[in-house]
């Protein structure tokens, strides 16, 4: 079974600050995915990849950006962090024989 | 906007019954119906999945029912136990994964 890997479980960072969240699959499959999961409101697709240094707009893109340098790895980016970007953000691949995601553990972000 | 609507908020069941959530989805251009599972502070997990030329999908004690014609699909958790008590979401995507909408969640908790 793949294996999605997010760096952090949990950060902590102060409003205007960038920060990088990193997502790491250890197989090699082309489709990767940020999501953000807020209560509420759900599950929204951030940006997703489908190879290495391609990148599509999600639902909710403004003040995030992504890079796909290699394929196993794929990056979230919080240009200038802000308070209302405080939620938990889960990493994905998409398993066509499995017929769905495999999401990383998250990573719980705060902004203060 | 395209919606899955999911039906309950929250479930209580016993331990050792039924469960049962539904969906119903808007659009007939989806690939796959997959259902996660989510444990409070982890990212969802896939569950079980189907494709909407089958009627229904088993796996242990999961049981995905789908019904074409009314667009509606409904997760079967049969003999449920307290370690089941958890978020479960049904989703629709197409292939890749690149459209997927989610439904809202339902929070089921079995009474041991």
């Known amino acids: 079974d793949v294996k999605v890997t997010q760096s952090s479980r949990y950060l902590v960072k102060r409003t205007g600050e960038k920060v990088f969240l990193e997502c790491v699959q250890d197989?090699?499959?082309?489709?990767m995915f940020w999501y953000r999961q807020d209560p509420g409101l759900g599950l929204r697709l951030i940006y997703f990849s489908y190879d290495v240094k391609m990148k599509e707009k999600g639902d909710i893109p403004e003040g995030y950006s992504v890079s796909r340098e290699k394929k196993e790895r794929f990056s979230l980016i919080l240009e200038s962090a802000s308070t209302n970007q405080t939620s938990m953000y889960l990493c994905?691949?998409?398993?066509?024989?499995?017929?769905?995601?495999?999401f990383g553990s998250g990573t719980r972000l705060t902004v203060v | 906007q395209q919606q899955v609507k999911q039906s309950p908020q929250s479930l209580i069941v016993q331990k050792g019954g039924i469960s049962i959530i539904n969906c119903a989805y808007e659009n007939t251009a989806f690939d796959y119906f997959p259902w996660y599972q989510q444990f409070p502070g982890k990212g969802p997990a896939l569950l079980i999945a189907?494709?909407?030329?089958?009627s229904e999908k088993k796996e242990g004690r999961f049981t995905i029912s789908f019904n074409k014609s009314a667009k509606q699909f409904s997760l079967h958790i049969m003999d449920s136990q307290p370690g089941d008590s958890a978020t479960y979401f049904c989703?629709?995507?197409?292939?890749?994964?690149?459209?997927?909408?989610f439904g809202a969640g339902t929070r089921l908790f079995v009474k041991a």
């Open positions: 989703a629709a995507s197409n292939t890749g994964g690149f459209k997927t909408i």
């Open positions: 197989m090699d499959h082309e489709n």
């Open positions: 994905a691949i998409w398993a066509l024989a499995d017929y769905g995601y495999t």
């Open positions: 189907i494709r909407p030329d089958v």
